[in-house]
């Protein structure tokens, strides 16, 4: 059985405003990219937490905000890596290869290369981080404003319904022993889980184009509203 013929004299008459493939990912790419801004607003709020002086944090700010000018307009931020090894904490923002010809968005490490990095120094190695939660904060908010709002409508962060899903088990012979819990969580649940990781000597938080990777604990989170609560 043959495929029904496309009209297409239809389609441009009926659909003036459309978008051609191009300008859809162009868009989509816009809207649920990280902002630049992003590695720099997060370093300077580390290295707050970690005491820099007033000079420290101007010419901190000073570095970053040249860094942000070098950046190009294809350069869109689909991972930010937080990584702490006892007294040093690394802010990693990788970049989507991007093929001109392309006809979808993949998402994954294959696909991410490496486009800027700050570091913040901390007194030593047991140094506390202080209002975690604060931070913790600032971490789904940046997540939600992208990943969340952009697909869905919903309340607001305050609001929010999170789903946290945790992983157990080892790799036996080869094979996957895993098993995988997903449970529902309000925002000062979410909040919780991620000051769990930023209290640690050391972890790693990932914010990537649909989940927050907790490393350290085995788990992720990911924003939903009220009207949905899968993934």
Known sequence: MSATPVDHLSIIVDRPNRRSRSETILRDLMNTSYPHALLGNLTIRLAQM??????????????FRSAEADLSLIDFVRCVEIRRNNDVIDIVVKSLKLDLKMTQITDDR??????AKGTVELPDAGFVLPDTKGFATELLRAFYNIQVRYRQTGPGLEKSQWVCRSKSGTVVNGTSGFTYND???????????????????????????NTILLQDQLKRLWGTNFSSAKK
């Open 110 to 115: 294959k696909q991410h290369e490496y486009l």
């Open 50 to 63: 970690a005491e820099y002086s007033d000079d420290e944090l101007r010419h901190t700010a000073e570095v």
């Open 183 to 209: 449970a529902g969580v309000g925002l000062d649940e979410a909040i919780g889980i991620v000051e769990a990781s930023l209290a640690l000597p050391k972890f790693q938080v990932l914010l990537t184009h």
